[in-house]
């Protein structure tokens, strides 16, 4: 009696073996097309590609050889021809990700999270994103020379904020 249900908890557990190795081939092309897209553009993505089509004809070379070796019949390249489709599957979708367009960068990014600041009123504004102040370019501070008060430095020499600016069309001092 024992005997039939350790029979059948074997049974049980390869049909779940066989199952669970076939979750590897979506895996595997994952993994290779994350490392297609982390270097897109780049001669490590093409070197993935390839090292990741290699790495499957390399399997399925060993298929051939083990079963040479072994003396077991070839009856029906089932193995092979799944790594075939693997592989084809893995250049198409690979060599689309490695050639795509690089990222679209933006044409004014935050200095600290990279938002998107073109079209805001400022030619150097707060960030909306993150709240750094100047965001556009790193601004050095400098005293102002009416109150004190930390304001843009001036490249004239004479720094002063917009409270002690002189009203507009009145010469200053």
């Known amino acids: 009696m024992w005997v039939v249900h350790a029979g059948l908890i074997i049974d049980l557990f390869a049909s779940l073996l066989e199952g669970a190795t076939l979750i590897l081939f979506p895996i595997y092309a994952l993994l290779v097309w994350y490392a297609c897209l982390r270097w897109r553009r780049q001669l490590m993505g093409v070197a993935a590609l390839l090292l990741g089509l290699a790495l499957i ?10 079963r040479q070796a072994l003396h077991l019949p070839d009856n029906g390249p089932l193995f092979r021809f799944m790594l075939y489709a693997e592989a084809v599957i893995v250049a198409l979708v690979g060599g689309l990700l490695v050639f795509l367009p690089p990222r679209k960068l933006a044409k004014v990014p935050c200095r600290r999270c990279g938002y998107e600041l073109h079209g805001l009123d400022e030619a150097n504004p707060t960030c909306p994103e993150c709240g750094t102040e100047f965001a556009a370019i790193k601004v050095e501070l400098a005293p102002c020379a009416g109150c004190g008060l930390q304001t843009p430095a001036c490249i004239e020499g004479r720094t002063l904020c917009k409270a002690c600016l002189p009203p507009v069309g009145v010469p200053a001092a």
Request: charged share 20%; hydrophobic share 70%; glycine share 10%.
């Open 57 to 66: 004809g390399l399997l399925a070379r060993l298929d051939i050889a083990v």
